[in-house]
């Protein structure tokens, strides 16, 4: 290729500026260069939450945003990922003490899928008994809280704190516990797809009746 062809190709290509979704007041999040606007559906972008906040303390808190719109100039996301950095979760491991994870996959009430990992930390070692009771109480607190709520209101009681002190107001009554935390939230699918796989599943049951 020639000089003069390389020029024109990044003469052709715009900045995008990418921005969080209207939950986080739309804050940039960076920029992203394209030849085609519908190259820049799909990219997704890490940042942390200390840095929507402008907040240091917060910086132990990412989350992963997704494109799914492309304006003249502008990109716009939607939520995909909340995770805790593995350096805070490794500072809240104690010797002599129990690290209680539960994974749990919920609906909310607008049809969205999402995986929530709670995780409960104690002041000294649990029994099997009382690791178990905390485990299906984060269970049922996560399963009762996306009942409650849309995808937007849950991820954002994820995101502030709000559901992990619940949980820990709840839990600590079983065993004593040092902290509880989200350590990850994870959009699994949207509603559209979510109706899809019931509607397959309901065909390939129909399927299996008329076989019989």
Known sequence: MSERSVSRTKQEKRWYTILAPEQFDRQELGETPAD?????????????LGELTNNASENNTKLTFKVTDVGSDSAYTEFKAH????????????????????????????DYRVQIQPVAFTTKKADASQERAIRENMVEMVEEAAAERTFEELISSVVEGRLSSAIYGESKTIYPLRRVEIQKATLEAHPEEVAEEEATSVDVDEEDVSAD
Request: aromatic share 8%; charged share 30%; no cysteine.
């Open 36 to 48: 085609e606007p519908e190259k820049v559906y799909g990219r997704t972008i890490e940042t942390t």
């Open 83 to 110: 995770s805790l950095t593995r350096d805070y979760l490794r500072s809240l491991v104690r010797r002599g003490a129990s690290k209680i994870e539960a994974y749990v996959t919920v609906l909310t009430t607008d």
